[in-house]
């Protein structure tokens, strides 16, 4: 008992230094050198590059990449399918989906607000009811109805948004595919406070259920013969992941392959402990897209490039070597 938990101290403080060392560091890296003390001080341009700019930026990074990796645990846990990611049940396509329909429209702001946020998380609430409704039968939903209705109306999503592409204008249609791409931008304060308003209690509710998450990994009679509600949690498993990856999708686009490749990298490493998994998978999640969207804004600088292309320029070949790499330690 004592060396697991000593183990997990270790696990989580050291996902969590890693995230708290990008923190520290990523600001400081960018096309123009800046003064840390400079900056502190409150002098110009240090001070306004560094807490106007990139540390928003980063901070944004932190939480959408904590956020799809959790989800990824999640919906990898809920489905028990090991290719799941936080977009497998439509909500991703639903956000684009009302995000392309914002540009098409020429939407600007509503209120204060730009209004492609609030049409992409209209769009994720949109989808997120209407799988429910098909999803659920009286007071029942299975992983694998849940599983149809999202990879349906997720077609459904993704053909509107071709059609939508088709018909737009020259101007529409290379906005279009610069959201879909997915993409970290510097935000002001008040934004960056209630995005973190809303993840981080869902990220916090998840953390809670991660006994049940580990009974539901194995199959929903193991769980249901253990005394865990399993309907209660598919429900309230699809609505939390997919609130978060709908907000996530609402700010930054559709970013693939940080709930695919840090649920596994870090599985293959920690085991299937959910109760370990999810904070790790939050931190590592964190650290891994803000460094990636670090890269984004400096390799090619001043041009940046979108964080969806790096994630899978880099995340991809990093997954087919630990893939790999486990096969090869159970043959030896």
């Known amino acids: 008992m004592a060396n697991s938990r000593r183990r997990f101290w270790i696990a989580v403080l050291s996902s969590a230094a890693a995230a708290v060392l990008v923190l520290c560091i990523a600001p400081l890296i960018g096309s123009t050198s800046i003064d840390y003390s400079r900056a502190l001080a409150g002098l110009s341009p240090d001070s306004e590059i560094l807490f106007y700019t990139r540390l928003p930026r980063v901070l944004l990074a932190l939480l959408a990449g904590g956020a799809l990796a959790v989800a990824g645990v999640l919906f990898q846990a809920m489905l028990r399918d090991a290719l799941a990611t936080p977009y497998t049940l439509g909500v991703s396509g639903g956000a684009s989906l009302g995000a392309v329909a914002a540009i098409c429209l020429g939407w600007r702001e509503v209120g204060h607000l730009p209004a492609i946020w609030l049409a992409s998380f209209a769009g994720a609430a949109l989808v997120l009811f209407l799988v429910m409704g098909v999803a659920t039968e009286g007071r029942r939903m299975s992983s694998f109805t849940l599983l149809l209705a999202g990879v349906s109306i997720n077609t459904i999503c993704l053909a509107a948004i071709l059609f939508l592409q088709y018909i ?67 429900l309230s498993g699809y609505v939390l992941g997919s609130f978060l990856a709908g907000t996530v999708t609402a700010l930054a686009g559709p970013i693939g392959f940080v709930g695919l490749i840090v649920p596994h990298a870090l599985r293959l490493k920690l085991g299937a402990d959910h109760r370990l998994l999810l904070p790790c998978s939050f931190f590592t999640g964190a650290a891994f897209l803000a460094i990636c969207d670090t890269v984004a804004r400096t390799v090619l600088a001043p041009t940046e490039i979108p964080v969806g292309v790096v994630t899978a320029l880099l995340g991809g070949p990093f997954f087919i070597w630990l893939l790999r790499s486990k096969r090869r330690s159970l043959w030896l």
């Open 168 to 234: 737009a204008s020259f101007g529409q249609t290379f906005a279009i595919v610069r959201w879909l791409m997915g993409g970290i931008d510097s935000v002001d304060y008040s934004t960056l406070a209630w995005f973190a308003a809303a993840v981080l209690p869902a990220v916090g509710l998840i953390f809670l259920r991660a006994r049940d998450w580990n009974l539901m990994a194995v199959g929903e009679d193991w769980a249901a013969a253990r005394g865990v509600s399993v309907s209660r949690l598919m």
